[in-house]
């Protein structure tokens, strides 16, 4: 199968592909209802999944907790697609099966969500550090940008245990330029071009975040952090 050439950040073309250009790790564009369409979305979460491996070893409850979720929303999806096409649907189908009370479905995609909350943050923050540092070398390591991603969302959902785990993951992170190389599918030299991929994955990425952020307020299933009005 051929690749389809992707934009570079000055508008010209490339046919360079990274693990962030493949359409099946892309987010899907949202219709003006915010409605996520379940498959694309599936199969988007489980490219998220495994970039997490990226990560090395050490992030491989987190890898397997994103995951695992994923299929529990898989399941359902798979069993009744008709009435689980998009998101939305799902959630209001497994809600209606369960008198109003969250059913596996819709308790995994909750805790799936969160997960996404955390790698939208972290990539985006791994971005931002990159485009925004002078001397690239300073911001290799990403210990810190891993921490503020967690702080600004898995934290206040993890109990003491487990926010002191993930304070001895945090120091196992690899340096950005091998997670950079495992996004170029081993390539060499493409930095940049992983940054531009990984960013123009972003707006489509927090849209669903988003999305399910407001649908899970909105049925009552999650309480907005006190600290904000719960907007993202």
């Not at 010209?12 to 493949?22: E, L």
């Not at 369409?37 to 970039?51: D, H, K, L, R, V």
């Not at 491996?53 to 008709?82: H, M, Q, S």
């Not at 689980?84 to 969500?113: A, F, N, Y």
């Amino acid at each position: 199968m051929t690749s389809t050439p992707t934009a570079n950040a000055d508008g010209s073309s490339s046919d360079v592909q990274t693990y962030f250009s493949k359409p099946e790790h892309l987010y899907p564009a949202l219709d003006t209802n915010n409605d996520i369409p379940t498959e694309q979305f599936i199969s988007a979460c489980n490219g998220i999944a495994e970039f997490v491996g990226f990560l090395g070893t050490a992030f491989t409850p987190v890898k397997n907790d994103i995951a695992g979720n994923v299929l529990k929303v898989k399941t359902k999806y798979n069993l009744d697609r008709e009435n689980c096409s998009t998101v939305q649907k799902l959630v209001e189908t497994d809600l209606s099966q369960h008198g109003g009370r969250m059913g596996i479905p819709t308790e995994g995609l909750l805790w799936l969500k969160r997960g996404l909350e955390f790698m939208l943050e972290l990539l985006t923050l791994m971005v931002s550090d990159y485009k925004e540092s002078k001397d690239k070398k300073k911001t290799e390591n990403l210990v810190q940008t891993i921490r503020k991603a967690y702080e600004m969302t898995l934290k206040r959902h993890h109990g003491f245990v487990s926010k002191q785990l993930f304070k001895l993951v945090i120091h196992a992170a690899p340096y950005r330029k091998d997670i950079l190389k495992a996004v170029a599918l081993g390539q060499e030299g493409k930095e940049d071009l992983c940054i531009d991929h990984i960013a123009a994955h972003l707006g489509n990425f927090r849209a669903n975040v988003n999305s399910l952020v407001q649908l899970y307020y909105a049925k009552g299933l999650e309480t907005p952090p006190a600290s904000t009005d719960g907007s993202r």
